[in-house]
Nanobody, 126 residues
Framework: QVQLVESGGGSVQAGGSLTLSCAAS????????MSWYRQGPGKEREVVAG???????RYGDSVKGRFTVSQDNAKNTMYLQMNSLQPEDTAMYYC????????????????????WGQGTQVTVSS
């Protein structure tokens, strides 16, 4: 089992910045995807950003140019640098890990393959 712990949430004014962290317990892999999701009041959970084990990244349209996802493999930690925060960014932010492992010589999804953190709250006031 992999444990994910988010931190770094808080309250900021519009235009401010925050950096979220997602620390994972140690795991082995052949491939993984780590991503940030958020769920605002009365809204569905949406993907914010993600990073693969090869370092490639992706972003939701609403955060492109403002948020940056990165990882420190030595620390098993993923980060989300959030700049130019707006009230609509207010949400609970969760990190998710999709993990694949070697079964023999084949890279396959782990069982279970999906892990979630407990979330960290981000509140942006106008």
């Amino acid at each position: 089992q992999v444990q994910l712990v988010e931190s770094g949430g808080g309250s900021v004014q519009a235009g401010g910045s925050l950096t979220l962290s997602c620390a994972a317990s140690a795991y082995t892999y052949c491939w993984y995807d780590m991503s940030w999701y958020r769920q605002g009041p009365g809204k569905e959970r949406e993907v914010v950003a993600g990073i693969h084990s090869d370092g490639s990244t992706r972003y939701g349209d609403s955060v492109k140019g403002r948020f940056t996802v990165s990882q420190d493999n030595a620390k098993n930690t993923m980060y989300l640098q959030m700049n130019s925060l707006q009230p609509e960014d207010t949400a609970m932010y969760y990190c998710k890990l999709e993990l694949w492992i070697y079964r023999g010589h084949v890279c396959l999804p782990a069982d279970p393959s999906d892990y979630w953190g407990q979330g960290t709250q981000v509140t942006v006031s106008s």
